[in-house]
């Protein structure tokens, strides 16, 4: 059985696993490790980990929750095994749907709506869940709007641009895929920047459209998004004027340091 000491410790490393701008060194020093245990080893074994991190899951911390279904789901220390990560993801997102917004942990409950969403669009026969493309809407929808998670608010744009979802309205779509541009999110934004620089479906402005498409490009570097960025990019600059093109990089250059890029 784990100590408190190694479940801490596991904690800490799940932390620092989720978080990527936290270190394990940063996370162990806010929990004080050594003060509680008057300072000594704090790695734990693969094993022990695993261990900790389910008892701290049985416990309900969010965190473990999270890190466990990752690592069901990717096969990372333990053999893979899809059933047991959508069970992880759903526990935490059926426990804390309404984790405030704005509260350390939202971001990893926010994410396992988005999860548990993708799960439902396939279905998890071995967990007797059936696929129910209604229920996989709704809860990326209650990602998109109640904690703002960007993923999921791109998401809900892409299903207002499909008549077999919430039926196409690209104007639902552009606000919905704004809210994510302003947050970052490349993806998004090379979305909305095609629709505004073609106006499919809204009021062409192809400055503005160049603009997202710009910072989407910038920003997609290294991303599995990269390259139909890139294509819708070169394909807008090819097509706009040498006027459109200049004042399109200036709002970009403007903008960068406040959506990214």
């Not at 473990?64 to 990752?70: D, F, P, S, Y």
């Not at 969403?117 to 998890?124: I, S, T």
Request: aromatic share 8%; proline share 3%; no cysteine.
């Amino acid at each position: 059985m784990p100590t408190s000491k190694s479940i801490i410790v596991a904690i800490a490393s799940a932390v620092a696993l989720t978080f990527g701008a936290v270190n394990t060194a940063q996370t162990q020093d806010q929990l004080d490790l050594n003060s509680l245990f008057g300072g000594g080893e704090t790695e734990v074994s693969n094993e022990n980990l695993l261990a900790a991190l389910e008892e701290a899951a049985d416990a309900g911390q969010p965190i473990a929750l999270w890190r466990l279904g990752v690592m069901y789901e990717n096969g990372e220390g333990v053999q893979q095994d899809k059933t047991k990560a959508f069970l992880y993801f759903r526990e935490l997102a059926d426990g804390h749907a309404d984790t405030p917004p704005k509260s350390v942990g939202a971001d990893i409950v926010a994410q396992s709506f988005l999860k548990v969403g993708e799960y439902y669009r396939e279905g998890v026969p071995d967990a007797g869940v059936k696929a129910d493309d209604n229920l996989s809407r709704k809860l990326w929808l209650h990602a998109a709007s109640y904690f703002g998670d960007a993923d999921a608010q791109y998401k809900v744009g892409q299903l207002y641009l499909d008549d077999g979802e919430f039926g196409y309205s690209p104007k639902q779509s552009a606000r919905w895929l704004a809210l994510a541009s302003r947050k970052g999110h490349p993806a998004a934004q090379a979305t909305l920047g095609d629709l505004m620089f073609n106006g499919e479906g809204i009021d062409a402005d192809p400055i503005e459209g160049l603009m997202w498409l710009t910072l989407a490009n910038r920003n997609a570097g290294g991303t599995e998004d990269e390259h139909w960025i890139l294509e819708l990019h070169e394909r807008a600059i090819s097509i706009a004027s040498p006027d459109e093109r200049q004042q399109a990089i200036a709002a970009a250059d403007q903008l960068g340091s406040r959506f990214g890029g």
